[in-house]
């Protein structure tokens, strides 16, 4: 898997051949949902299939999870994305409030954010005590170990980008009046504490990621590139769990 600072963040695609891959591997997945979701090839339905996001503020998750499910029926895909838990999520354990959204055989769920958030913010903030964040990764390894041996796809993806990509992405948004939302004082504040938060994102990536439910590090710098890269990566992860197939002509 490596770390962090050994991703290449240059790695681009020329526009052309980016898009043509692209389009190629959203007609891949289109026809590997179908058949998970017993509507095409037979009409038993396949595992589930989640997709994890996770990564730093303007790291493009927003725009990776949009390419990712753009061709699929919206009937057959629910995206849910998570922040800070309720008053009443605070009242369960921790895992607690994730279950309702995992998707069952032949369905597929995408989260922007998820239970790592235990072992980055909650970390790095004070939201949670050393004790409870640190017991937290075995509790993770454990949660993902079960799901995945029921028979779930579990795609984990952390979207990585420079410091200064970072910051380029935040200015873009502060002067755009249709994207200005995107953009918190949180977001700065995270920003100052970016050498802490590193230190976590390589620790969770240290103690999380495994034979069963492996981290996949996106070079995020290249939006084009590391949207190629998500869906090319999905569609892998499926194929390796329920095997290939070409898909249909449009005609």
């Avoid at 970390?123 to 937290?136: I, L, N, T």
């Avoid at 495994?210 to 590391?226: F, N, Q, V």
Wanted: with cysteine; proline share 4%; aromatic share 10%.
């Amino acid at each position: 898997m490596g770390r962090l600072d050994e991703l290449d963040l240059s790695a681009t695609l020329p526009k052309k051949e980016a898009k043509k891959r692209l389009k190629e591997e959203q007609r891949r997945l289109l026809d590997l949902r179908l058949r998970l979701g017993g509507l095409k090839g037979g009409s038993e339905i396949g595992p589930p299939l989640c997709v994890v996001f996770e990564g730093w503020d303007a790291s493009g998750k927003g725009g990776a999870i949009k390419r990712l499910v753009k061709q699929l029926d919206p009937r057959h895909v629910r995206v849910r994305s998570f922040s800070a838990p309720s008053k009443d999520e605070l009242r369960h354990h921790w895992l607690w409030r994730f279950w309702p959204h995992l998707p069952g055989w032949g369905g597929m769920a995408v989260f922007d954010r998820s239970w790592y958030g235990r072992v980055l913010v909650e970390r790095v903030e004070g939201f949670a005590e050393p004790d409870a964040w640190e017991r937290a990764y075995a509790e993770i390894r454990q949660f993902e170990s079960m799901l995945v041996l029921e028979g779930t796809i579990l795609v984990k993806f952390w979207m990585h980008i420079s410091e200064e990509e970072q910051l380029r992405r935040f200015e873009s948004r502060k002067d755009d009046s249709l994207k200005s939302w995107k953009l918190t004082d949180e977001d700065w504040r995270n920003r100052e504490k970016r050498t802490e938060y590193a230190d976590a994102v390589e620790d969770m990536l240290d103690r999380t990621s495994t034979s069963r439910a492996p981290w996949h590090l996106i070079e995020g710098d290249s939006k084009r590139y590391a949207r190629l890269r998500v869906v090319e990566t999905v569609n892998q992860a499926i194929e390796a769990a329920v095997g290939g197939g070409e898909p249909t002509s449009d005609s």
